[in-house]
């Protein structure tokens, strides 16, 4: 018999409908003949399949031979395994829980203005502002909050300039589709791309390079990836901050994540309500997610630890550590080492080991080789 070339029909059984996918955008990013298209209403964050060209479940495309939204995607079948060979030349050890990584350490701009305006120290923010300047990117695909920010609403984005990186600066919890801002920047002539996103998104690149899937996965010269536990539906708004809380979306100025959900006001009042209390609006994509250390980007990001205004900073490929070395030496960043903060690291590795727990019985085995009882 011939080989099987997996096509959409596959994807849509395995991964779309499943409870696999994450709604990283990727499979629609890689498609070559625009057949697929994003749901964000509801909460739902998914791809569908046009109906003139097969419909929900079929791909007349794939039919043909094309397997391009399954070679893009991340969570289709054995994944992890086909990155990280790809990435670091080997699988995983037991011990790399959080993922194979060069080093780790705590980092934060040395710009006070880029600092100030990011979130945790301004890192990603920092190597984003760098990359554009040095002629290491063209454009970064980011996401920005829609309108005038008073929705809170995150939308996926192109920064092209230092001043559009600072407008995407912040942390949102809800969920953005970065990669969707593909088709604006290359339209706009870019063709080294930076992708900051969290763990779902941060995997798609090297996947797609793994799995040969053409001129796309070329054009990401820089993957940036947030640690990240889950993101929460729109809903919560209205129906836990707006409710519970009286806390109008439209007066809140910042939001951030440190044990407990911290609001400030635009008032200057500041609030902080139980993780448990918001439990209930985990986004649907995030709940099979095994990866919270974002393990596959070139550089791994998060502010988590003792220090605000440092970020925990993991450099994985040769890529990450290149760039990172740059930016010591240009003095765009300021590090320290991470035994100054090993509570982070700890933190780490504890969610790392709980995200894996997540991944379902039913899928390919990936996450569940590596014994999630291991210190």
Known sequence: ???????????????????????????????????????????????????????????????????????????????????????????????????????????????????????????????????????????????????????????????????????????????????????????????????????????????????RAGKVARRFALTIGLLCSKTFDDAIFPELFEERYGLARAAIAKMNIKGVFQVWMRDGSYHEIPLKEAHAWTREGCKACPDFAAEHADISTGGIGAFGDWTLTVVRTERGKEIMDRLVAAGAVEVRPSSDDPGAIELMRKLSRVSRRRWPEFAAEGPRRIPVVSA
């Not at 964050?45 to 094309?66: I, L, N, S």
């Not at 990011?118 to 990359?131: E, F, H, Y």
């Open 1 to 211: 018999m011939p080989p099987e070339k997996p096509h959409w029909a596959h994807l849509f059984t395995e991964v779309v409908t499943s409870g696999l996918c994450t709604g990283c955008a990727a499979c629609i990013v890689a498609c070559p003949y625009d057949v697929l298209g994003y749901d964000d209403a509801g909460g739902r964050y998914r791809p569908f399949h046009v109906e003139e060209a097969g419909g929900a479940e079929d791909c007349t495309h794939g039919e043909k031979g094309c397997t391009l939204c399954t070679r893009a995607c991340p969570r289709f079948r054995d994944w992890e395994q086909e990155i990280d060979t790809f990435l670091f030349g080997r699988e995983r050890l037991d011990s790399e829980v959080s993922g194979v990584s060069d080093e780790v350490v705590l980092a934060r701009a040395a710009d006070p203005t880029v600092n100030q305006a990011g979130q945790d120290g301004g890192l990603v923010s920092a190597m984003l502002i760098w990359a554009l300047e040095n002629d290491v990117i063209d454009a970064a695909l980011v996401s920005y909050l829609e309108g005038d920010g008073t929705s809170w609403k995150a939308v996926p984005g192109v920064a092209r300039t230092r001043d559009e990186v600072l407008q995407a600066a912040g942390s949102r919890y809800t969920y953005s589709a970065n990669t969707l801002g593909y088709a604006d920047a290359i339209a706009g002539g870019a063709e080294r791309l930076a992708l900051v996103g969290m763990s779902c998104q941060a995997s798609a690149p090297p996947v797609m390079s793994a799995r």
